[in-house]
DNA sequence: AGTGAAATTGAAAATCACATTCAATTTCAA
DNA sequence: TTGAAATTGAATGTGATTTTCAATTTCACT
């Protein structure tokens, strides 16, 4: 299957962490990546739940940040105090839909490097940063139209 | 003193919304305005009990939310998870620091015309949005390179 | 296969920041 | 002065996440 790559990501980082291999987490990490980006633990963990009735919340919980640190996973923290996870890969920014919560992602090599240039007069080394536009998408505009 | 200006203009929120002007109101916006920007609802609430050692941390909670109706502070809700008001001005952006938590407002058009342009080609309708860059300010880089 | 030290699990309890409840108090128009 | 309505603040609730801890599982090494 499709996941192969991951799972084998997931087993070298335990192995060289000192970590133990365990179905829990054989399972979350392939209940994140069957999802479609932008999930969160508790939809991560009903979606387990399916197969896997036993395996706790606190399980999914920490088994996310263990991806995140394994590089598998990102955090994201949109308005409204939920974390979500997505599927790690290059950097972007987001547009969040206010209405449908539906989330799309951008980049923009433009801005990247203004963000940089402003930081620059400040003399602030830029670590990270977010860059979110909340509002309508298209098909909630149409739909508020009516 | 320097405040008149702003404690006229929360007397009129409250008239004209049938609310009633108390000693609470008052201080807190009084300890509020003292402050420079971007504190929290805590540290206010340490401010004004020095000289209103009974006003309780609901009351400074609600009174910040009152003060954001009436648009004289801004809630911001950097990394971290503790919401921080800001005296109400023109639109900005921030940098923050990870280090000693300074936090700088920029503003930037080329980059406020860029996403718009970018959400256009979503058809998507912008609200509202974040831009933080989280990283170190120039002292603390000084710092760290000792 | 068996052993045991170390890691993991999951239920429950703790934490953190914020929000709500409610009885007592205060405000202010009449 | 009065009393209806708003406000206050202590206590309690909430929601998301985090920690605790006893029981279970993993896995390197017999």
Redesign the pocket.
Known sequence: MSQEVEQRSLSQY??EH????????EAILAAFLEATGHI???EIHSRVRVDHP??????V???M?LLCDAGLATERHFDG???RYEIEHEHHDHLVCLRCGKIIEFECAMIEKTQLEIADRYRFRVLRHRHELYGHCDACVRELAE
Do not use: A, C
Request: glycine share 8%.
């Open positions: 335990l192995e000192n970590l133990k291999h365990t179905k829990q987490r969160t633990s508790e036993n395996i706790g919340y606190t399980t919980y920490r088994t940040k105090g939920v974390t």
